[in-house]
């Protein structure tokens, strides 16, 4: 590692340990009702639609109220602060608008930094393995020399095995993935996971807010919440109803991406990144690798991917044209595996073998599948509404380019940064979006 890389490592550490801010009185009032609620008994009833109760036995004998919290987003973010608020004994209803009950595979693999293991530490009762472990980083050369090494333990995953481990421990999916779903607790909450639910709008009742949805059918609806979570990723409907004039730019640059089985690959591909991680680098290029899980999360050798995420500048002039699938039809951020079109990935792979080292050169020419996505930028100007009522997290906070390999990370880092408070301590981030730029400003210059 360069001075600079040096430079920009504990930067960033310094930022993620910075101390947050108070928050106003009616949001921390809110949040210290969450926070009273650890180790309490729970008593169950109805309200509004959703179970409601109250927590019984704090030590300074005020029964504190059980909340009502729904979470937009079915994904890992939004299914991390429902696993999180469900442990501690609040009612969760989970808003997903896709129309299937399960969300597929997106094909990626992650990084899985210190933030994503602990979350999973604290959280997980399904006991498997969650990733694959890279020894060792490596930079190589054109000619495919390895012209510099750091020997360091990271654990690689996929987003697959993360979303069927969070939803065997939410609301009891029995996958593949999971065989044994792990019993709820006796101070658990409710946990409601609703696919086909997509938010229209939302508004201040009381003390609460009230959600209100319609589903593919034309049904509409509604929910009472005390809290409401926006975790619906980077084109979040949360913060286009508050925020309608931020939007998501395209920033020069796209990822195509793509996994190979490890028997599969070419002996020099598997010598370069079984259990390793790598990186080439040219002008305008930069391409990384490493082992993930294969099928159904299995880490066994011969079962798992190597995966690879290959970034070239793309100008937006000639972005139609790339984004447009097999079918003909235009996508705006990603094109699914299976669905690029053949003519340009045969464009891609000529060029691949032009330009990249001939390890990175035979994994991407290998893939059946590829996908792309365009990178883009969007933050919020802030992380809380409506005097606490509503919170922003992950992408739909403040999207990270995806060449960091962070946006796990950072979404994992807010979650603990909101739960934090939860837990009983006094801070909250108030003014974490902030921070984000910062970090966001540092990592786009990596």
Not at 57 to 63: E, I, Q, Y
Not at 177 to 189: M, S
Request: include cysteine.
């Amino acid at each position: 590692m360069n001075d600079r890389e040096d430079h920009v490592a504990i930067a960033l550490q310094n930022i993620l340990t910075i101390a947050s801010q108070p928050v106003n009185k009616t949001a921390n009032d809110k949040m210290n009702n969450i926070a009273n609620s650890v180790s309490n008994g729970v008593s169950n009833g109805v309200s509004n639609g959703i179970p409601n109760g109250t927590l019984n036995g704090a030590s300074n004998g005020v029964h504190k109220k059980k909340l009502n919290v729904v979470v937009v987003g079915g994904s890992l973010g939004g299914l991390t602060v429902g696993l999180a608020l469900k442990h501690l004994g609040h009612n969760i209803t989970i808003l997903e608008r896709t129309s299937t009950p399960l969300l597929h595979d997106q094909g990626a693999g992650i990084f899985a930094g210190g933030d994503t293991l602990e979350v999973f530490k604290r959280y997980d009762r399904c006991k498997r393995p969650l990733a694959v472990t890279s020894r060792e980083l490596q930079y190589f050369n054109k000619n495919g020399d390895v012209v510099h090494r750091i020997v360091k333990d990271q654990a690689m995953t996929s987003w697959d095995v993360c979303y069927h481990i969070m939803r065997a421990n939410f609301d009891g999916v029995k996958s593949g993935y999971c065989d044994e779903i792990p019993e709820p607790l006796p101070t658990d909450g409710t946990a409601v996971h609703l696919h086909d639910h997509r938010v229209t709008s939302f508004n201040e009742e009381g003390d609460g807010i009230r959600v209100h949805f319609q589903q593919g059918n034309g049904t509409t609806g509604s929910f009472f919440a005390d809290l409401l979570v926006g975790a619906d990723g980077a084109s979040s409907t949360i913060r286009n109803i508050l925020v309608p004039e931020i939007k998501r730019t395209y920033v020069g640059y796209v990822a195509l991406r793509g996994r190979v089985l490890e028997t599969e690959a070419t002996d020099i591909a598997r010598e370069g990144f079984q259990e390793k991680s790598a990186l080439f680098h040219a002008p305008a290029i930069q391409i990384l690798a490493y082992t993930m899980p294969g099928a159904n999360g299995s880490v066994t050798p011969g079962d798992r991917l190597l995966n690879w995420v290959y970034y070239i500048n793309v100008p937006e002039s000639e972005l139609t044209e790339l984004m447009t699938d097999v079918d003909g039809v235009r996508h705006h951020v990603t094109v699914p595996p299976g669905k690029f079109n053949p003519k340009l990935w045969e464009k891609q792979k000529a060029v691949a073998r032009e330009t990249l080292c001939p390890q990175f050169a035979d994994l991407v020419c290998d893939t059946k599948k590829p996908f792309v996505q365009a990178i883009m930028d969007v933050i919020s100007p802030d992380n809380e509404f409506l005097n606490g009522k509503v919170v922003l997290i992950g992408d739909a906070l403040a999207g990270f380019r995806a060449h960091t390999a962070a946006s796990t990370s950072q979404g994992m880092y807010i979650f603990r940064s909101f739960v934090i408070l939860q837990r009983g301590r006094k801070k909250w981030c108030c003014k974490l979006s902030k921070r984000i730029v910062l970090l966001t400003d540092i990592c786009v210059s990596i």
